[in-house]
């Protein structure tokens, strides 16, 4: 267990639907990764939050959109759907200053 | 150009056998080199991390990086069923500061 929590498990939803994926750093971390693994894919870096401020960007759509909360726990919404989004996506955080990253569990959001 | 290619594999070894995955990476700015284990759509899960050439071990597993040949590999020694799993390298850019990770090689020990 990495100490880092990802809700929900599994998401199913339709296409042009909108959702949002929840992330709970490991105590102590204030970074937090959003990645998209689709089926047979490396991952992909999205965006990454410090302190409640956007760090870093990645290939992430305009349609989605994420942020970190006084709390520093972190949410990644997705919005109008298609069946290209399915896919895992995990969320990471780090100690400050030091960029070894530990996942969550992941959320697999499955597009219909 | 990929700035981390990662061998694709797949890999298939006898338990036992010495496994070797490779990656190689094209930005002189990435300095912090990691190996992480990802079993079946899990999350990933950190095995090693350096930042410097040359060697580095922990039990049965070796990070090597060269940077001179931007060249990083991971040796499995003694390999066991529970290392089937998908290995990735990762390499953070300290000036883009964020990891770049490679597409993952999957190895598979067959008893």
């Known amino acids: 267990d990495s100490g880092v929590t990802q809700t929900p498990k599994h998401l199913i939803t339709a296409t042009g639907q909108r959702v949002t994926l929840r992330c709970s750093p490991r105590s102590g971390d204030l970074s937090v990764y959003w990645y998209q693994q689709s089926l047979d894919q490396g991952l992909q870096f999205l965006i990454q939050?410090?302190?409640?401020?956007?760090?870093a960007k990645g290939n992430i759509l305009e349609r989605f959109s994420a942020q970190q909360f006084p709390d520093l726990h972190s949410e990644l919404n997705l919005s109008s759907l298609e069946l290209g989004d399915s896919a895992l996506y995990f969320c990471a955080s780090s100690l400050p200053g030091v960029d070894t990253q530990y996942f969550g569990p992941g959320t697999r959001l499955t597009v219909l | 150009q990929k700035e981390v290619e990662q061998d694709p594999g797949p890999l298939s070894v006898p338990e036992g056998a010495i496994v070797s995955l490779n990656c190689t990476y094209s930005?002189?700015?990435?300095?912090?080199f990691m190996w992480y284990r990802q079993y079946s759509r899990k999350g990933p899960e950190l095995l090693m991390y350096?930042?410097?050439?040359g060697n580095k071990e922990d039990g049965r597993f070796t990070a090597q990086v060269d940077k001179s040949s931007k060249y990083i590999s991971l040796f499995i020694r003694d390999s066991q069923p529970s290392d089937s799993a998908t290995y990735l390298c990762?390499?953070?850019?300290?000036?883009?500061?964020?990891?770049?990770f490679g597409d993952g090689t999957t190895l598979t020990v067959k008893p």
């Open positions: 350096t930042y410097s050439s």
């Open positions: 990762a390499i953070f850019n300290t000036n883009a500061g964020k990891s770049t």
């Open positions: 930005n002189s700015a990435f300095q912090y």
């Open positions: 939050y410090y302190n409640g401020e956007e760090r």
